[in-house]
């Protein structure tokens, strides 16, 4: 499965972004998804992930919403309400080692990576 995403930019704190994450290859409607996270000086992640139903980290939770489009294989992230500590890399992620009935949380649980879009929030 490859993964590309995009959306990143620069963006003032309050403000929103939508990041987007198509997938080729593998079944994108039977495929676990995931948004990680990476900032400077700092280990990736967990943000959110859909699987049977979507599942955020307490740290975005409110604030991001995930969805997926199955007909464009597709993934967005729409993240509102954006604060300076959301500045990072944010990479999509899948696996097809974990079915829908699974919520996984761990990067160790993904097996495959986009290349990173970079989100600024500048206050």
């Known amino acids: 499965v490859q993964l590309q995403a995009s959306g990143g930019g620069l963006v003032q704190a309050g403000g929103s972004v939508r990041l987007s994450c198509v997938a080729f290859?593998?079944?994108?409607?039977?495929?676990?998804m995931g948004w990680f996270r990476q900032a400077p000086g700092k280990e990736r992640e967990f943000v959110a992930g859909?699987?049977?139903?979507?599942y955020y980290a307490d740290s975005v939770k409110g604030r991001f919403t995930l969805s997926r489009d199955n007909a464009k294989n597709t993934v967005y992230l729409e993240m509102n309400a954006l604060k300076p500590e959301d500045t990072a890399v944010y990479y999509c992620?899948?696996?097809?080692?974990?079915?829908?009935?699974?919520?996984?949380?761990?990067?160790?649980?993904?097996?495959?990576w986009g290349q990173g879009t970079l989100v600024t929030v500048s206050s």
């Open positions: 290859g593998g079944t994108f409607n039977s495929l676990v």
């Open positions: 992620s899948t696996t097809t080692r974990r079915s829908l009935m699974y919520s996984p949380r761990r990067a160790n649980d993904f097996a495959f």
């Open positions: 859909i699987s049977r139903s979507t």
